[in-house]
């Protein structure tokens, strides 16, 4: 039973490229977070997605961030014209479908994708 | 959004030391979670509380959701040099929409 997949592991950008980073959830789970984490702190909310919709964006940047989940394939974020403060870890993690919200504690996270902006 | 802060920000024992950990909150949550995260690699759960009061234990690990539910602990018995790493405390929106995080306590294991 595979775990959450990310890749690549690594992606070194020039400032204004983009960056795109995949994440496979876990077999048969709906429920997409991604987190970003800077050196030594702990990880920050980005953004929640269902399969097709986005649920909360609160914690993504308004500009050249974006994020999608579709029907089919993995979950893309997605960073426009990259910056050196975009160099950092991004984690997403999945939860499986459940009605009922305390199932959505059990976020298995996966390995990351470390982003280096020269 | 809501603060947690962890304390203390790093650890440096000897083997087979107690360990102990805690995380406060600006406000109150109704789950705490406590995660590992290796270098290199993704947290990983280790105890989930959901009942303000409730000790849970997970082998050596023994976790308390605090009475005014804006804090927790995290107490590690005996410890060993894998237990290296480093610990967040989390806790989920009412929604469950979105997680907060600690800053970590980062944990040094001395064999």
């Known amino acids: 039973n595979a775990g959450v997949m990310q890749n690549p592991r690594h992606l070194v950008r020039r400032r204004g490229q983009e960056a795109r980073l995949r994440c496979s959830p876990m077999?048969?789970?709906?429920?997409v977070y991604w987190y970003r984490q800077l050196p030594e702190e702990g990880l920050k909310f980005m953004v929640y997605?269902?399969?097709?919709?986005?649920?909360?964006e609160s914690g993504m940047p308004k500009e050249r961030f974006s994020a999608e989940f579709p029907k089919e394939g993995p979950s893309i974020l997605r960073i426009q014209q990259v910056v050196r403060g975009d160099s950092a870890a991004y984690f997403c993690a999945s939860s499986p479908p459940s009605k009922l919200a305390g199932r959505r504690d059990t976020q298995y996270f996966g390995p990351g994708t470390r982003l280096t902006v020269l | 959004g809501q603060q947690l802060n962890q304390s203390p920000q790093s650890m440096f024992i000897q083997e087979g030391e107690d360990v102990s950990m805690n995380c406060t909150s600006s406000s109150i949550f109704n789950t705490w979670l406590w995660y590992k995260q290796d270098p290199g690699e993704g947290p990983v759960l280790l105890i989930a509380l959901y009942k303000a009061g409730e000790l849970t234990s997970n082998g050596r690990l023994t976790a308390q959701f605090g009475i005014t539910r804006k804090d927790s602990f995290l107490n590690i018995s005996a410890s060993i040099p894998s237990d290296v790493g480093i610990y967040f405390c989390?806790?989920?929106?009412?929604?469950?929409?979105?997680?907060?995080f600690g800053s970590g306590t980062k944990l040094n294991v001395k064999p």
């Open positions: 989390a806790g989920p929106s009412d929604n469950f929409n979105k997680f907060y």
């Open positions: 077999k048969g789970h709906s429920h």
């Open positions: 997605l269902q399969k097709e919709n986005i649920i909360d």
